[in-house]
């Protein structure tokens, strides 16, 4: 007992073990603070639950087409696309978007897609028209073009490049790029025939 009282006396009159209890107390408080901040973090996060948006190619169109011996091409790709905003707070409106039709990295055709205003939960089908003008083939775009020619099919990649300003329940309003890549599409010169849908990746 006298021991264990003395003990005490000495430590409250021991600087350094006041100074570790302040060092203590601080660290203490610290770590409140960051597990306040990541709580909160945590919170807001989980409600605006950020989702990925969805792309699809519905189909595939190509018309006015011709294909000649000099290797230039001369096409419309209508190609016609749906996406899909799953998020129940985010909401998106497209500053601008750019659409592109390319063969083994070679551009075939390009055009400007609409300035979508795509809600929460909302699911938008659009068109775009890319005209290939001319477009001189080379390499294995060449080569993809003379051996799917007698089929009817042309395969491409679609490209989407697009600005968006996006909104998450009023509070948080930020500007940020999505690209969409749809490669394979089997475009057809006949309407009839069916169109194999193709689901894109998307880079937000
Ligand atoms: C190939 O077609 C283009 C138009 O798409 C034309 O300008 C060009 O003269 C044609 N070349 C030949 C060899 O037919
Ligand atoms: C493009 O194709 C869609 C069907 O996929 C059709 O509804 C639309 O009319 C076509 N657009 C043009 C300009 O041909
Ligand atoms: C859009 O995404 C939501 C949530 O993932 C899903 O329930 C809905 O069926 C999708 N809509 C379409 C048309 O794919
Ligand atoms: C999705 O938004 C478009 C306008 O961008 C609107 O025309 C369409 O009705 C909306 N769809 C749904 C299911 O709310």
């Not at 006041?18 to 409140?32: F, V």
């Not at 909302?122 to 294995?140: C, D, H, K």
């Not at 968006?164 to 948080?172: Q, T």
Request: charged content about 20%.
């Amino acid at each position: 007992m006298a021991i264990a009282k003395r003990r005490s006396a000495n430590a409250e009159a021991d600087p350094w073990d006041a100074h570790s209890y302040m060092m203590t107390w601080a660290s203490s408080i610290l770590l409140a603070i960051i597990f306040l901040i990541v709580l909160g973090v945590s919170i807001i996060w989980l409600t605006v639950h950020p989702r990925q948006l969805h792309y699809t190619v519905e189909n595939a169109l190509v018309s006015n087409f011709n294909f000649n011996q000099s290797h230039l091409v001369t096409a419309d790709f209508n190609i016609s696309l749906s996406t899909n905003n799953s998020n129940h707070r985010v909401s998106f409106t497209y500053e601008s978007m750019e659409v592109s039709a390319k063969s083994h990295d070679l551009l075939l055709a390009s055009a400007a897609g609409p300035a979508l205003v795509q809600g929460k939960d909302n699911f938008t089908e659009f068109a775009v028209i890319l005209p290939s003008r001319n477009v001189e083939l080379q390499g294995p775009a060449l080569r993809d073009f003379k051996e799917t020619e007698s089929s009817g099919d042309v395969k491409i990649d679609v490209f989407i490049e697009a600005r968006v300003k996006f909104n998450a329940m009023h509070w948080k309003q930020d500007h940020c790029r999505i690209q969409v890549l749809c490669g394979e599409v089997e475009a057809h010169r006949s309407p009839e025939k069916a169109f194999q849908q193709t689901v894109c990746d998307v880079e937000l």
